[in-house]
């Protein structure tokens, strides 16, 4: 399970779009975590700009993250893009595309939870 650092938080929602099972929310301009409903997939830690959400100390043992370029959560081909002549600004866009997709596959699994449960 993850936990948000409230000082450092910016409330900016980039977690709470990721999250694939909607257990962090924005509450008074900060994210916040639901435990029981988190399930420690760490795709929040990726996308936290500013290294306010880390792995909770006693979790640690049972799901590592995935820390391998990343540097205070933020991916280090930001901070070093290579030398292909492509820029920070590339990368930026190429990983917002990314994540824009995954929100638009989950909502498209929303919807069709939804729909299920009103056959109900």
């Known amino acids: 399970m993850v936990e948000i650092n409230d000082e450092v ?3 900016c929602g980039l977690c709470a ?3 694939p099972t909607g257990a962090i929310s924005l509450s008074f301009g900060k ?9 420690g ?6 996308v936290c700009r500013t290294g306010a959400i880390h792995w909770k100390q006693k979790e640690t043992r049972r799901r590592p993250p995935s ?10 081909r930001w901070l070093f893009p290579p030398d292909q ?3 920070r600004w590339d990368h930026g866009k190429k990983d917002l595309r990314e994540l824009r997709q995954r929100l638009e596959n989950l909502k498209r699994k929303a919807e069709g939870v939804a729909r299920r449960i009103e056959d109900l």
């Open 31 to 39: 994210a916040r975590v639901s435990p029981l409903v988190c399930s």
């Open 41 to 46: 997939c760490g795709q929040c830690l990726e």
């Open 9 to 11: 938080c910016v409330g």
């Open 17 to 19: 779009n990721v999250c």
């Open 85 to 87: 002549g492509s820029s």
């Open 67 to 76: 820390a391998a370029g990343f540097r205070r959560g933020v991916p280090t």
